[in-house]
């Protein structure tokens, strides 16, 4: 590789391609990483971190009221959105700092810097400099999508500017139905705003189980967020410093505070992927096999540019596959089946493996075991929510093939169940696991009792 000015040039200094770039370089790679923003990249600057964050700060209201019932008395608790978002970019800050270490101790080069492909092996810098690169790797990222245009779209934020509101707005419209979306309901819901859900389909969080997304809307709609399906956003009207949402429906909703959250399109526009070769695959995204390499052979893509399963911890096990293959020797394809998934909504969810309607459109037999109970903490705070806990087995040989869960504590519990289910075990396993009483979880050994069976019709 000595007619090369690096082994490996990475764009974009994300949690993928940081993890890439570290680990070739400890293969032994001479490697340079172009970030054009922060390095951390989406889930550490503007993504799951400082959502997580800002989901915790949410929860602390319902936590105050709960408290009651357990004697507490918490009258004079109030809440101060700049003191949140200046706590808030003081650990992205740290954290940054923390990824940034990490690259120069491996011996990683950092340009902060756009960078763009001018042909198969040579990258350019904003600032005119080429950088010849043996192997390149695109780990761009994605973007918000605010969907086709609409009059007045300017006045919308995107959850990039929701991080940056200079104040907490008091009623907020937020147009999707996904992750993200219903995510910043449950944030900006429970530090007090008013809160509307807009969303085109016929109801919220599509992919996931239905019994999942009818309880959650049940629960939400109970926490008072308002949840409006079968209609769009049609415009965007500004009157002084509030806005007015019109419908598709022709009504028409106030807001201080308008948000797009429809999905985000892969990072693939700008940065001379026809100039290298580099296909676009069908979903969007850049076109890669197994080992997540282009029609370019050298030239390889990871994480949310690819449009696969567009999750931080897929595109660091991408990013660490691409450098155990080409730099390691070791030839490494990255698993994408049964990767377990959390929506930090609330209530939150943990889901991992198959839907009841993927698993009965499959499988020749399908058992449904489900629970659905009041928690015990309820009991004494008097709050109106329930938990949602279902397993979906194979009922040719009883293996696990997915469980979801509504509730406190989802992402946690499904985080060990997709263990369970990632190496096959049955249903006969869970029911001989004792239960840790009294927890939530305790419900994933001790359901027994089927709450429905299917068998696939002979004609199919």
Avoid at 144 to 167: K, M, R, V
Avoid at 288 to 304: C, F, L, Q
Wanted: charged share 20%; with cysteine.
């Amino acid at each position: 590789m000595a007619d090369y000015d690096v082994d490996l040039f990475v764009i974009g200094g994300g949690s993928g391609g940081v993890r890439a770039a570290r680990m070739a370089a400890q293969h032994g790679a001479r490697v340079m990483v172009a970030e054009e923003y922060r390095v951390g990249g989406t889930c550490v600057i503007r993504g799951c971190v400082p959502k997580k964050l800002l989901v915790y700060a949410s929860r602390f209201r319902a936590e105050f009221e709960d408290a009651e019932g357990y004697g507490w008395t918490t009258a004079h608790s109030k809440f101060d959105w700049p003191t949140l978002i200046t706590n808030k970019d003081l650990e992205i800050a740290r954290l940054e700092a923390a990824y940034t270490a990490v690259l120069e101790k491996a011996g990683v080069t950092i340009v902060k810097s756009r960078a763009q492909l001018t042909d198969a092996h040579t990258v350019q810098l904003a600032d005119g400099k080429k950088v010849r690169a043996a192997y390149i790797l695109i780990a761009t990222g994605g973007a918000p999508s605010y969907g086709d245009p609409i009059p007045g779209i300017e006045h919308a934020i995107s959850s990039n500017e929701a991080f940056h509101l200079p104040q907490l707005p008091h009623h907020v419209v937020i147009q999707g139905g996904g992750y993200i979306a219903l995510e910043f309901a449950g944030i900006f819901a429970g530090l007090g705003a008013h809160v509307t859900i807009v969303y085109r389909g016929e109801n919220i969080l599509r992919g996931f189980d239905d019994d999942v997304r009818a309880h959650l809307r049940m629960d939400m709609e109970k926490r008072g967020v308002r949840v409006v399906t079968g209609c769009t956003i049609a415009a965007i009207e500004r009157t002084g410093s509030r806005f007015s949402a019109r419908l598709s429906s022709g009504n028409h909703l106030a807001a201080d505070c308008v948000m797009f959250a429809t999905g985000r399109n892969p990072n693939v526009t700008g940065i001379g992927l026809e100039k290298a070769g580099v296909a676009i695959a069908a979903n969007g995204g850049v076109a890669v096999d197994e080992y997540s390499r282009t029609a370019t052979p050298h030239i390889y893509a990871i994480g949310d540019v690819t449009n696969r399963i567009n999750l931080t911890p897929v595109a660091i096990r991408e990013g660490a596959a691409f450098a155990d293959t080409v730099f390691g020797g070791k030839p490494t394809a990255v698993d994408h089946t049964n990767v377990p998934t959390a929506v930090f909504s609330d209530p939150e969810i943990g889901a991992v493996g198959l839907t009841e309607a993927e698993a009965r459109a499959r499988l020749a037999r399908t058992d449904i075991y489900r629970a659905m109970f009041r928690p015990l903490k309820a009991t004494l705070s008097g709050r109106d929510t329930t938990v949602l806990l279902k397993l979906v087995v194979d009922g040719s040989n009883d293996s696990m093939v997915g469980c979801h869960i509504v509730g406190e504590g989802a992402a946690e519990m499904v985080q060990l169940a997709a263990i369970a289910v990632k190496m096959g075990a049955t249903k006969a396993v869970f029911d001989a696991t004792l239960a840790l009483h009294p927890t939530t979880a305790e419900e994933l050994v001790t359901m027994r009792h089927r709450s429905a069976s299917y068998a696939r019709e002979a004609a199919e």
